[in-house]
């Protein structure tokens, strides 16, 4: 993601280095922060030390983003620049890591959505489409088993392609601006 950012910025020299020792630190620690807060009894079930066991629980994406939010800023205070214009560089490859990232989710079985058989069960009322056979929504990219051998609607995709679609509009904004930037200078 830094090397992307790198490639396509328009920031000062060295801001990207910048960004990227406040984010790499700062975005973990966002991320675990963020799953910490919202799993205060599982963490407190465990005691509070497993925080820092990092391979223990998870990150959220939401902290992670606020990490990055702060790098932002503590880079924009030490390059002399608007936070703002930092953020707008890092956008389109943390799309792309985004992306990457919620695709990896189908290895470690997280992202998943609802059992594809209860969904279309009509005694559960769930849907307003109910199927006496779903089995054509039991398949990839629909659906993916889970380590029970249930299959469960695969959410991790349609959030990985949702990000790789922003990131490549935002690749195209991005490229449209350096384009009327040229023109105009």
Not at 105 to 115: I, K, N, P, V, W
Not at 156 to 180: N, Q
Request: hydrophobic share 55%; glycine share 10%.
């Amino acid at each position: 993601c830094f090397l992307l950012m790198q490639h396509r910025s328009r920031l000062k020299a060295g801001s990207v280095s910048w960004f990227a020792l406040f984010a790499v630190p700062l975005g973990l620690l966002g991320g675990r922060l963020g799953y910490f807060l919202v799993s205060l009894t599982w963490f407190m079930d465990r005691g509070v030390g497993t925080f820092f066991r990092l391979n223990e629980g998870g990150y959220m994406l939401y902290g992670v983003m606020a990490g990055l939010v702060l790098a932002a800023w503590l880079t924009g205070r030490v390059t002399r620049q608007p936070a703002p214009a930092v953020l707008d560089e890092a956008a389109a490859p943390f799309a792309l890591f985004t992306a990457l990232a919620r695709a990896a989710e189908f290895f470690s079985g997280t992202g998943l959505g609802d059992y594809v058989d209860e969904w279309f069960d009509p005694m559960l009322e769930r849907t307003s489409f109910p199927m006496e056979d779903p089995s054509f929504f039991q398949r990839f990219p629909f659906a993916v088993q889970d380590r029970y051998g249930f299959w469960c609607f695969s959410v991790f995709l349609l959030e990985a392609l949702a990000a790789l679609v922003i990131f490549i509009l935002l690749l195209r904004v991005h490229f449209f601006s350096s384009e009327v930037v040229r023109e105009q200078g």
